[in-house]
């Protein structure tokens, strides 16, 4: 979870062997974003989010 003060300004995904297979710049003030990861198969991935408080990781699941 982002803190609800906190402005996002990257996203990274990463697959299992910490591959970076997504990123994604934010410029604008964006405390909530839309990542489309259609093209990514299902199974299990890292998600690194950077905002102006810092960071946060979390596990990220797709299943289809």
């Known amino acids: ?8 300004s990257d996203v990274f995904v990463y697959d299992q062997q910490g591959r ?3 990123s994604e710049h934010f410029t604008l003030n964006n405390s909530k ?3 489309d990861v259609s ?12 905002t102006t408080q810092g960071f946060n990781s979390a596990k990220l699941s797709i299943v289809r």
């Open 1 to 8: 979870k982002v803190h609800e003060n906190a402005d996002i």
């Open 20 to 22: 970076l297979l997504l």
């Open 33 to 35: 974003v839309k990542l």
């Open 39 to 50: 093209l990514l198969p299902a199974g299990f991935y890292s998600i690194s989010v950077h």
